[in-house]
């Protein structure tokens, strides 16, 4: 393993100077993937597996999408962490990760995210079908071609356009077992592209000194905290509706129910955000943060179990 300078020898700890162990550094490796991304991607990839094929899919064509999406989003997250590395090291939030500490360097992150690109699409070119071979393809260089380099760095609509990639995970699931696109699949797809900007607008509320800092023109840095709340109201709304919309494609009340429930109280946080601000007080962004997250695993969840029954 190459140190710092990209020489082969051991890492060594930046803070005492001594060689670091095996496991820290491929603890380092999977940090560049941002296994907790990665993990929120698969959580909405197998129920729409389930519903496309109105019950379980094989279990060996369900592996292999998970295994090659999680492949497919370790390298987009590795390859970011590659070209994000100078506004990294500026932010609290991110000046721990592998490259600016020097774990890893620059040209090794960006070797072990194209390889893992390349083996991702491989093995879903092998054993899925073009649709969702194609569709990981394009996620993976969207988001690190497009949103990365281009319009995280350039324009505050970033999170809007980027939810593009993150939601690509359900297309991909629905392809690789049907080897077509449906309306559900569509409709899943805007429940999830409309989720990410009330969950990632919450995140960027809590960091934007962060973001401001390394120049990035995310939303709340260069708008009110109290017009990005709206946002986050009026997108929280269209998730729920996209949601319900799902509910006659094929889904009972097993999912519509579940859907209602978990909704309203994802709209309840969402104004309850917008209120505080409206009134001047201290906003809790991180609450609707880490609720959006309970809101989607529960829809899921739901998905499945429905498609089970």
Excluded at 20 to 45: C, F, G, M, N
Aim: charged share 10%; glycine share 8%.
């Amino acid at each position: 393993m190459a140190g710092p300078s990209g020489s082969a020898g051991p890492q060594r700890d930046p803070a005492g100077g001594r060689p670091t162990d095996l496991l820290a550094v491929v603890r380092a490796y999977v940090s560049l993937t941002k296994p907790r991304i990665v993990e929120l991607l698969l959580i909405t990839t197998v129920p729409a597996m389930m519903l496309a094929a109105d019950g379980l899919p094989s279990l060996g064509l369900v592996a292999v999408v998970l295994v090659g999406g999680s492949l497919a989003a370790g390298a987009a997250n590795a390859l970011n962490c590659f070209i994000d590395r100078d506004i990294d090291q500026l932010m609290r939030r991110t000046k721990r990760r592998p490259l600016p500490t020097h774990v890893v360097t620059p040209r090794h992150a960006l070797v072990f995210g194209l390889t893992l690109g390349a083996v991702s699409v491989t093995l879903m070119a092998v054993f899925t079908n073009w649709l969702a071979t194609g569709l990981t393809l394009a996620a993976i260089l969207y988001y690190d071609l497009v949103y990365t380099l281009w319009l995280k760095r350039t324009t505050p609509q970033n999170t809007f356009w980027g939810g593009i990639c993150g939601a690509a995970p359900v297309l991909i699931g629905w392809a690789a077992v049907t080897g077509t696109l449906s309306p559900a699949a569509w409709g899943l797809f805007a429940v999830v592209f409309f989720w990410q900007l009330p969950h990632f607008y919450a995140l960027a509320i809590k960091y934007r000194a962060d973001y401001a800092r390394a120049g990035i023109p995310m939303l709340p840095v260069v708008a009110s905290v109290r017009r990005v709340n709206l946002e986050i109201v009026g997108f929280t709304w269209l998730t729920v509706a996209s949601s319900l919309a799902v509910w006659p494609l094929g889904m009972s009340a097993v999912y519509g129910v579940p859907a209602v429930v978990v909704g309203a109280v994802f709209l309840v946080e969402a104004h309850r955000l917008h209120s505080r601000s409206r009134r001047g007080q201290p906003v809790r962004p991180m609450r609707l943060f880490h609720w959006s997250t309970t809101y989607l695993t529960v829809l899921f969840v739901a998905v499945a179990v429905d498609a089970l029954l």
